[in-house]
């Protein structure tokens, strides 16, 4: 068998949508042709073919508002105070974390190993206000708890 008409068969047969493999054992066991994968992915090369029918199905995409396991979660919102949760826990501390406050105050907050929370006002910003400090206790009661 010439390699024009190996060619034929091989363009014929991945036009046809079937995978090289296929292809490989039709040519060894139909054509009595033994060539290696590499060989073939050769010959392929210049042969027409229609690739996109090798492509396989891409799954639909996920709605834009729907989360996806690479997608960063956002900081809980209930009250206008965002918290954020370190994942890597400050020294000295059982949890740690940040949160910005409804006024636009922001702070480092962290629990001891006693359960103490402690707040540490960022430099340059505002302190935070009463009504600051009791959504934040509420705001982070709730997240820690798994609540929404």
């Excluded at 036009?15 to 042709?33: A, I, M, P, T």
């Amino acid at each position: 068998m010439t390699t024009e008409e190996q060619k034929r068969i091989i363009g014929q047969m991945l036009n046809d949508g079937q995978s090289l493999s296929e292809v490989q054992k039709c040519l060894s066991r139909e054509h009595g042709v033994g060539m290696t994968y590499l060989e073939l992915r050769l010959l392929a090369a210049e042969v027409e073919v229609d690739w996109d029918k090798h492509e396989p199905e891409k799954p639909a995409e996920p709605a834009a508002d729907t989360p996806t396991p690479d997608t960063p979660l956002e900081p809980e919102v209930m009250s206008g105070t965002h918290i954020t949760v370190h994942k890597v826990v400050r020294p000295g501390a059982a949890m740690s974390g940040e949160v910005t406050f409804a006024s636009g105050a922001t702070a480092e907050w962290y629990l001891d190993n006693f359960g103490r929370l402690g707040l540490n006002p960022t430099e340059g910003s505002e302190r935070p206000t009463q009504d600051d400090i009791q959504d934040f206790q509420i705001e982070l009661q709730r997240k820690l708890s798994g609540g929404a």
